[in-house]
């Protein structure tokens, strides 16, 4: 789904790690070991590729899908296609992007500050953050544990971020507070 000269993929993963990633059920509990490689829109997804269905929208991609495995409603089942395995939630936007997010996770910060990057004396930065060159963090700001802070970055007065935050490239924040493992 991802291009990989832009994303890190992880996997592949049997279908039933992916069931137990948000604790849903398949349809066949003999496809626990099929190996799934990646994730893909509805339209696009292989026979080792799994998608999801959550807007009745797209019953028509659903029912044309050449996706090994979907997550599904329960209701959706029956009008699977042939050979295709299910992994069963009652909120597959949820479970699919739990599933996401183990083939594509979040960078890991390599904890630092760039020789390049402002911070401000009384300005808090948690333990194991990433500054990239560029970035500026004012005093005041407080940055929770393991937050990335992309290159030319501007963290402004009143600042607060949780932990695991990834503040990206060019990005500018200013009197807020930002919970944890935000975007």
Do not use: W
Request: proline letters at 4%.
């Amino acid at each position: 789904m991802a291009h990989r000269k832009f994303f890190d993929r992880f996997g592949p993963y049997s279908l039933g790690e992916l069931a137990a990633l948000s604790d849903s059920a398949l349809n066949n509990s003999g496809l626990e070991g099929l190996i799934i490689e990646d994730i893909a829109t509805l339209e696009n997804a292989g026979e080792n590729e799994l998608s999801f269905l959550d807007n009745k929208v797209y019953l028509d991609a659903f029912k044309s899908s050449k996706a090994g495995a979907a997550v599904v409603m329960a209701r959706y089942a029956e009008i699977a296609p042939k050979g295709m395995a299910l992994i069963l939630s009652e909120e597959p936007y949820k479970t699919f992007a739990l599933i996401a997010q183990a083939f594509y996770p979040r960078p890991q910060p390599i904890a630092g500050l760039s020789n390049a990057a402002i911070v401000e004396v009384g300005a808090v930065v948690g333990t194991d953050c990433q500054v990239d060159a560029g970035a500026v963090v004012v005093a005041g700001v407080e940055l929770g544990a393991r937050c990335i802070v992309g290159a030319n970055a501007t963290i402004g007065p009143s600042v607060v971020l949780g932990d695991d935050c990834f503040v990206g490239a060019n990005v500018s924040l200013s009197h807020c507070e930002i919970g944890d493992r935000v975007t």
